[in-house]
């Protein structure tokens, strides 16, 4: 009843929204019933046989204005992001975006029972509220704003900035280039073209992205010391570790030759509960990626694909590589920390997010908030990976948060920033990785 009182409510705003800016009757008819009333289902059908009731113990929800649930479920997380959370309700800018989201956490901090709307903050912004946006995307953009507009804004980008470096050897000549790259979130691809390479876990996926590959033939890349394209060796590798490791899996892809159009993957993806690196003992400037021992195998089970058979060998080098280390190596260890959520279709969708508090897990879904299922805290109990088929983005926080923000917060130094932006230590990043280049768009 709750949620059909809620449609009702919405869909009277939207018309007065519509009528109030004269916008053209196939405009506003295909907002509403394509991409705003999918949504208002999605979330409705999601949030069906939570006994916690609109909000659980502790937590305020926040109002969908019509497509907004991106917006809210990014402005949760910061909320219970104890290091974001901190800089933002200390920042002391009078901007009407500061003011509003300032005043938001305000009354999220009060644990008034009943939904909080965002009108103000969403005024602030600009943002068409019955248009659906990509959330990754508008992290980015949400982050870069700060970092422009506001003293104080760099120190959340840097609680999220990622250095990978680029690196590409010559077979010939053995020059080594290497390129630093900046990232807030690192794009991991879950699908490939070849059906019989399957991806179907996180620690996979970011080992894929890190393995070495040879460009050759019509990839091969040009050597100013040969002065001719060679086959030459590409990796990537981290410089610099975050506060906040986040992830995006790449849901999204093109398909179809004569029409070309995006489509989602809907493969369940298995997710560790913690993520571990170690720094490497020939370069200093280099964080190895230390994977989760593989459980043993039964001899019946099917013969490994490629990638994962390749991908193995490279672990298990690490591995070693670990072991001889001894106890003498700097380590990092990461815990989930958060979760991203995305149902739905390319076209329409839903987002919502899994956010962990103390020892427990909350539902974070527009103006409903509820303690997790069993499930997800059995997982966490018998700490065995989760799989999940809606999981977009997921956060990871350092284990020992608190013992490095201040050296995360103090990192002014960024390397291949626009010229313009130097010298506040601030950058736009991106997410396209190509045949030869892993560069960032800015927002």
């Known amino acids: 009843m709750m949620n059909l009182i809620v449609l009702v409510i919405q869909t009277v705003r939207f018309l007065a929204w519509v009528i109030f800016h004269r916008l053209p009757l196939r405009t506003w008819f295909l907002s509403l019933f394509w991409k705003v009333w999918p949504s208002k289902i999605i979330a409705a059908v999601g949030t069906m046989g939570n006994k916690q009731g609109l909000n659980g113990p502790g937590f305020v929800g926040l109002s969908n204005q019509g497509a907004t649930c991106f917006l809210n479920t990014l402005l949760q997380t910061w909320y219970m992001t104890p290091e974001v959370h ?3 309700v200390n920042f002391n800018e009078d901007t009407e975006f500061m003011f509003e989201l300032k005043s938001l ?3 999220l901090e009060s644990r008034n029972q009943m939904p909080l709307r965002t009108n103000e903050l969403t005024t602030s912004l600009k943002l068409n509220v019955f248009e ?3 959330i990754e995307e508008y992290f980015r953009y949400l982050i870069n704003k700060l970092a422009d507009e506001v003293d104080r804004g760099h120190e959340i980008l840097k609680l999220y900035q990622i250095t990978i470096v680029q690196s590409l050897e010559c077979s010939e000549c053995t020059t080594l280039v290497e390129n630093d790259c900046f990232f807030l979130d690192l794009p991991l691809s879950i699908h490939s073209a070849d059906p019989s390479l399957k991806i179907n876990c996180l620690e996979l996926a970011l080992q894929n992205f890190l393995k070495r590959i040879t460009l050759k033939d019509d990839n091969a890349s040009y050597c100013d010391k040969c002065d001719k394209k060679t086959e030459t060796e590409i990796r990537y590798y981290f410089k610099r570790l975050p506060q906040i490791l986040t992830i995006q899996l790449k849901r999204f892809e093109i398909v179809g030759r004569r029409w070309m159009h995006y489509r989602k993957i809907h493969e369940s993806i298995s997710i560790p509960l913690t993520l571990g690196f170690y720094k ?7 964080w190895h990626f230390k994977p989760t021992k593989s459980k043993q195998r039964n001899p019946q089970e099917n013969k490994k694909n490629n990638l994962e058979a390749n991908v193995e060998r490279e672990s298990q080098n690490t591995e070693i590589e670990a072991e001889n280390a001894g106890n003498t190596q700097q380590e990092e260890k990461y815990e989930l920390f958060a979760i991203w959520h995305h149902s739905g279709t390319y076209e329409s969708g839903h987002y919502y997010a899994e956010i962990k508090s103390g020892d427990d897990w909350y539902n974070f879904n527009d103006s409903r908030v509820g303690k997790c299922g069993s499930f997800l805290d059995t997982v966490h109990k018998k700490q065995d990976p989760l799989s999940s088929k809606t999981a977009y983005l997921i ?8 013992a490095h923000r201040n050296d995360s917060q103090s990192h002014i130094s960024i390397l291949g920033a626009d010229t313009t932006l130097k010298a506040d230590g601030r950058s736009s990043y991106g997410r396209q990785k190509q045949n030869t280049t892993y560069t960032g768009t800015p927002v």
């Not at 490497?280 to 280099?286: A, C, D, L, P, Y």
């Not at 956060?395 to 608190?402: N, P, T, V, W």
Request: proline letters at 0%.
């Open 86 to 88: 901190s800089i933002i």
């Open 105 to 107: 956490f305000e009354k």
């Open 132 to 134: 659906q946006r990509d």
């Open 280 to 286: 490497s003992q020939g370069n200093g400037n280099e």
């Open 395 to 402: 956060m990871y926080r350092r284990k020992d948060s608190e």
